[in-house]
């Protein structure tokens, strides 16, 4: 009985064990996961160009031109002493650097006169508000209504024949200057700075200066206009523009100027130096030897004035 017992436990048991087993595993496929392909995100070359480009032109600015080293204070001592001795230009054997602005004096007694041909005006060297020139004289009286467009211009008696003279030798060429601004007091750049900080406030310095810092208050600077400009523009009402420089009256006026004792007062490559935009139309009368040697040395009234003249005070 005991026997039979234990064989029927046995049995149980048995049964139990294989209850309990699990089923075969099933070998199941890994999941499938496409690789990521990550490409970066690159700006194209033209992205990068444009921005470049935006980076490096500051707002308002005007046409880019070719911009010219400056020279150094020893190299352009050197070639006036050359110039004026009537020798060869020297050599330079060495790299120019530019020339330092001068330490403002405190005395405005100790510069040189504001009549003077060569005084310097900048936006940091000034003109008293009640300066003006004694010797005025009304372009109306020297040269026909198409050139003087009808403005009341008037210059300084010692520039008067030269400028005709310069005018007459133009329209002997064909061509047909125009004088669109001549001698500006203080109260008329003032109303004229207002008038264009109004109109174009982002481009105000290009064509204009705030009162007591304009050349055309000495009375010696001339603003010239061409009829070719509005074609080259394409405004029809446009009167100042850098394109001045490719008008003919622009060329002529940049390769002859000087002949007459004119020279351009803000050169496109010496905006560090005068702190003006390139004003192609704008000529200040400076004696034909000082223009001479200025269009020679290829450099502005400015650099040679800081270079060369005692410091300026500061208004």
Not at 48 to 55: D, R
Not at 146 to 152: A, K, L, N, Q, R
Not at 212 to 236: C, K, M, N
Not at 284 to 300: C, F, K, N, P, Q
């Amino acid at each position: 009985m005991m026997r039979i017992l234990i064989f029927l436990l046995g049995i149980l048991a048995g049964m139990l064990l294989l209850g309990c087993r699990p089923a075969a595993l099933v070998s199941l496929p890994d999941p499938v996961v496409e690789p990521t392909t990550y490409t970066p995100i690159t700006p194209t070359a033209q992205i990068v160009k444009e921005n470049a480009t935006l980076n490096a032109i500051p707002p308002s600015s005007p046409t880019a031109y070719p911009t010219a080293t400056a020279k150094s204070t020893a190299v352009i001592e050197v070639q006036i002493s050359a110039i004026k001795s009537r020798t060869p230009y020297p050599t330079q054997t060495h790299t120019p650097t530019s020339t330092p602005l001068p330490t403002p004096i405190g005395q405005c007694s100790e510069r040189m006169p504001i009549d003077n041909l060569l005084a310097i005006v900048t936006l940091t060297y000034g003109i008293s508000r009640d300066f003006a020139p004694k010797d005025l004289v009304p372009l109306a009286d020297a040269l026909p209504l198409h050139v003087t467009m009808g403005y009341p211009s008037q210059i300084r008696q010692v520039a008067l024949q030269p400028l005709v003279q310069m005018i007459d030798d133009m329209q002997a060429d064909t061509l047909h200057p125009q004088i669109l601004s001549a001698y500006r007091s203080y109260s008329a750049q003032s109303i004229a700075w207002h008038k264009w900080n109004e109109q174009y406030p982002e481009h105000a310095n290009i064509i204009s200066a705030p009162p007591g810092r304009s050349e055309h208050q000495l009375g010696t600077v001339v603003d010239f206009g061409s009829p070719e400009l509005a074609a080259i523009v394409g405004q029809e009402d446009i009167e100042f523009h850098t394109y001045f420089y490719k008008t003919s009256e622009g060329k002529w006026l940049a390769e002859n100027a000087h002949k007459y004792g004119f020279t351009l007062s803000f050169p496109a490559e010496a905006f560090d130096i005068t702190g003006f935009y390139f004003e192609p139309w704008h000529y200040r009368y400076v004696g034909v030897e000082m223009a001479t040697l200025l269009h020679d040395l290829g450099i502005s009234l400015t650099e040679y004035q800081l270079a060369n003249q005692p410091d300026p005070c500061v208004l």
